[in-house]
């Protein structure tokens, strides 16, 4: 797809380059015999952000509305995970729920209230007093069931299940105050927002200052939200998590067929 913003500046560049360049040597260089032709204006650029990821053209089977779709999107979910790993989804606003959360990643919080997912059972734990306390190893086992659920995943049915229910998703990201942003662009930018999610090499310091634990290494603590629940999962639950989001993300930024 044509990025034309990205041709208006690069028009605006050249422009600018020939006309520097004209100024030193023209100044020295004989005048032209013929006379310099009137450039048309390049032309405006759009006022809509480019779509750098298109997702591949809806099919012909209906769709429901957006408030009428958890009945559809769980029975895609279930037919991914299996009924038993429903248990971990909120049966409500499945949608919006995913476009809230997966925008809000990349962020410094992203609300619990709004995330499709029930929270991870069992309490934090972290060794120490708190006066030096360190992020338990144990900590990790809470997530296994659910990194278990993604381990399993097909990220070819996953793709086309996103891409089927799509619609739905590009909705619910507009509704949020985009009215001409592109979902699977944000998917994209969030995925490599995840990708990039550091690994301490040694045990992870916390600080207590209020109620909850935060990250002692400020550079920690001012991870997106996104990044600093990969450091808490553990870095074997980061690394099946971070695998299947390079898939996902491959199948994503696929040319449509």
Do not use: W
């Not at 004989?30 to 405006?44: D, E, I, M, R």
């Not at 012909?60 to 009428?68: E, M």
């Not at 040694?202 to 450091?231: C, H, M, S, W």
């Not at 074997?236 to 449509?256: F, I, S, Y």
């Amino acid at each position: 797809m044509v990025n034309k913003p990205a041709i208006g500046v690069a028009a605006g560049v050249l422009v600018v380059g020939v006309g520097i360049a004209y100024y030193f040597y023209g100044r020295s260089a004989p005048p032209p015999s013929q006379p310099t032709p009137v450039l048309a204006p390049p032309p405006a650029a759009s006022s809509e952000p480019p779509i750098e990821h298109p997702v591949p053209s809806p099919t012909a089977t209906p769709l429901p509305a957006l408030n009428d779709s958890d009945s559809a999107v769980k029975e895609g979910l279930s037919s991914l995970i299996g009924a038993r790993a429903m248990k971990y989804v909120v049966p409500e606003d499945i949608v919006r729920h995913v476009v809230v959360t997966v925008d809000n990643l990349p962020r410094q919080k992203a609300p619990a209230a709004k995330r499709p997912t029930v929270a991870v059972p069992g309490a934090f734990l972290v060794t120490g007093d708190e006066l030096h306390a360190t992020l338990d190893p144990k900590n990790f086992e809470r997530y296994e069931p659910m990194v278990n659920v993604v381990r399993q995943l097909d990220m070819q049915r996953v793709s086309n299940t996103y891409f089927h229910f799509y619609p739905l998703f590009q909705s619910a990201y507009q509704s949020l105050g985009y009215p001409n942003g592109y979902f699977n662009d944000r998917l994209v930018q969030v995925i490599d927002s995840l990708l990039a999610t550091p690994q301490p090499s040694g045990p992870i310091e916390l600080t207590r200052p209020n109620v909850l634990y935060t990250f002692a290494d400020p550079n920690l603590e001012a991870l997106p939200a996104g990044q600093k629940l990969l450091l808490r999962m553990g870095p074997d639950n980061a690394a099946v998590v971070k695998g299947k989001l390079k898939e996902l993300r491959a199948l994503v930024t696929a040319p449509p067929q």
